[in-house]
């Protein structure tokens, strides 16, 4: 497993993807989606020119951030999972982005916990494309009501939308939920004048079309580091 080498791989294909529609590249960030992964495949592929990486898990975040940062202050660290409410003092403390917002109680819980370091936090509203019971994420539907939620809150800085869509073995079933969170970002901006830089979308098996429908931020994981090991 080299990472030096998925890496090269995948930016030649975030480069051949962005400039299929005609898009800059270099306006793509590449999101290491780290979690399971030890300090030293984050150390490697940092090393090889990725200073973006996300986790899923609070404790295991703080853990490799507290480990990384004296030496490695430039790592853009991003927030990707679930949230729970009780939570939300470590992530705002600890984490730049945030792409999980998806209730108001957790949106109260960030505002607050930002406040009281003085910090505006920035997020992502996470919409649950696919309208699945499992997954996270606020209905579409209920996302303009989430939204005017956030903006009255002087601690929570909104920068986009993320998804994550139902599985499928072809990869193209996954460019009609990128295209509708694309319309549902821009629908947001038209409606309330304000300008959303981010669309957080796309993994390993399908980044390639959510560039081609407008991903500014694609978390790659097992591209960059192979298959999870999960201790047992």
């Known amino acids: 497993m080299d990472i030096k080498e998925n890496l090269e791989k995948i930016y030649e294909t975030i480069r051949k993807s962005a400039e299929k529609v005609g898009r800059n590249p270099n306006e793509i960030i590449l999101l290491g989606a780290s979690k399971t992964q030890p300090v030293e495949k984050i ?18 975040g703080m853990k490799k951030i507290d480990e990384l940062k004296p030496k490695y202050s430039d790592i853009h660290w991003h927030f990707i999972g679930g949230l729970q409410t009780n939570k939300a003092k470590y992530v705002v403390k600890y984490f ?26 920035e997020c992502l ?7 699945e019971e499992t997954k996270y994420g606020v209905n579409p539907e209920d996302l303009e009501e989430l939204y005017e939620y956030c903006l009255s809150k002087e601690n929570i800085k909104i920068l986009g939308l993320m998804c994550i869509p139902p599985y499928s073995e072809d990869k ?3 460019r009609r939920y990128f295209i509708k969170l694309r319309e549902l970002k821009e629908k947001l901006e038209n409606k309330y004048k304000v300008k959303l830089p981010h669309l957080s979308m796309g993994m390993s098996d ?3 079309i959510a560039i081609e429908e407008g991903a500014t931020i694609v978390r790659v994981g097992t591209a960059i ?7 047992t």
């Open 172 to 174: 193209e079933q996954s």
């Open 96 to 121: 730049e982005l945030i792409h999980s917002v998806d209730r108001k109680s957790l949106v109260d819980e960030i505002d607050k916990r930002a406040k009281k370091i003085d910090k505006v936090q």
């Open 125 to 131: 509203i996470e919409v649950n494309i696919g309208d």
């Open 225 to 231: 580091f192979g298959e999870r090991i999960y201790s």
């Open 43 to 60: 150390i490697e592929a940092y090393n090889a020119g990725l200073k973006y990486f996300g986790e899923n898990k609070v404790q295991e």
């Open 206 to 208: 399908d980044f390639d």
